[in-house]
C-alpha cells in the first residue's frame, strides 16, 4: 500500500486520516465553544494555541505529529494555528487558491497544514476541495479583491482552474487532511444545519524561515531546532489563558500585516 508520504508527494495532500476518537473530537469542540464564549469569535484569528489550550493540545497531539513528521522530518515548528469557522447557511466560502503565495516563507518544501475537523465537514457543510498534483507547478498568478463571500485575507484566487480533477476532501470530526501549500484548494458555503468547524494548522521544518519578518516566532513541538530562525511563542497554560490574551492580539496583527506585505 502507498505510504501517506508517498501520497502526499504525489497528490500535494493527503485526506481522511483518522485522529482523533469521535468522543475527543465533541470534546475539543466543546472546549472551542467554551472559548468562543469568553473571547468572543475566533474564526481566522492567528496564534490560537496561545489562548487555547485544547488547540495548543491538538497541535502537539502525538497522532498529529507522527503524520507531520512522515511529511517534513523530525524537527517540528508549530508556526500558527487558526480555527476556520463557517456558520450554517451563511454565504462564507473560500475561492480556489495557494497558501503559499503570501507567507514569505524560505523553503517551500518544509512546510505543511493540516485541516482538523471538530464537526462534520461534508460537501453540504463545505469542506474543502483539491486539485492533485497541483502543488508540483508551484506559485500560480493571484487575482485579489474578490467580495463574493470568499474569507481568504485579501479576497485572492485563481481563475483559470480545472476544476475536473478536484478531489473532495469530506471528513468526519476527529479526521484530517494535510496539503502542501502550492497545493490548489477551495471550499463552498455551507449549506447544512450545523457549524462547519476546522482547526487550521501550519507546521515548518526547523530549518525553514521567514524571508522578510525577522520578529516571526513559532513553537518546537517535536525533535531539535538548531535553527533558532523565530522568536519562541509560549503556549496557553489554561483551557483559556485570559493573561495571553494582549499577546496574542498583537501576534495576530503582526501575522496579517506580514500576509498583506508579501
Ligand atoms: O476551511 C476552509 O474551507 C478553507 C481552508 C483553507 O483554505 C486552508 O486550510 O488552506
Not at 481522511?16 to 475539543?28: I, Q, R
Not at 518544509?110 to 482538523?116: F, H, T
Not at 489554561?238 to 498583506?260: C, G, I, S, T, Y
Request: aromatic fraction near 6%; include cysteine.
Amino acid at each position: 500500500m502507498t505510504s501517506v508520504a508517498d501520497r502526499y508527494l504525489a497528490d500535494g495532500f493527503v485526506s481522511g486520516l483518522s485522529l482523533l476518537d469521535p468522543g475527543e473530537a465533541a470534546d475539543h469542540r466543546a472546549a472551542l465553544e467554551l472559548a468562543e464564549g469568553e473571547l468572543g469569535p475566533l474564526h481566522y484569528i492567528d496564534k490560537v494555541h496561545t489562548v487555547v489550550r485544547s488547540a495548543y493540545e491538538l497541535c502537539r497531539h502525538d497522532r498529529v505529529l507522527d503524520v507531520v513528521e512522515q511529511l517534513i522530518g523530525p524537527n517540528i515548528l508549530l508556526y500558527n494555528s487558526t480555527y476556520i469557522i463557517k456558520e450554517p447557511a451563511a454565504a462564507a466560502k473560500v475561492n480556489w487558491h495557494q497558501d503559499l503565495t503570501y507567507w514569505g516563507l524560505a523553503d517551500h518544501d518544509a512546510q505543511v497544514s493540516m485541516w482538523l475537523a471538530l464537526s462534520p465537514a461534508t460537501e453540504a457543510s463545505g469542506c474543502m476541495s483539491m486539485i492533485p498534483a497541483s502543488h508540483l507547478g508551484g506559485a500560480r498568478e493571484h487575482e485579489t479583491g474578490s467580495n463574493d463571500g470568499n474569507l481568504l485575507l485579501l479576497g485572492q484566487q485563481l481563475t483559470a482552474v480545472d476544476e475536473s480533477s478536484a478531489v473532495v476532501c469530506s471528513l468526519e470530526p476527529g479526521e484530517a487532511s494535510f496539503h502542501h501549500g502550492w497545493t490548489v484548494h477551495a471550499s463552498a458555503p455551507n449549506r447544512s444545519d450545523d457549524r462547519r468547524i476546522g482547526l487550521n494548522v501550519q507546521f515548518l521544518a526547523a530549518h525553514n524561515r521567514h524571508l522578510v519578518d525577522e520578529q516571526a516566532t513559532s513553537l518546537l513541538v517535536r525533535g531539535v531546532d538548531n535553527f533558532g530562525h523565530f522568536g519562541l511563542d509560549r503556549p496557553a497554560q489554561q483551557a483559556v489563558d485570559h493573561e495571553a490574551v494582549p499577546n496574542w492580539r498583537k501576534l495576530d496583527e503582526q501575522a496579517k500585516a506580514n500576509f498583506k506585505t508579501q
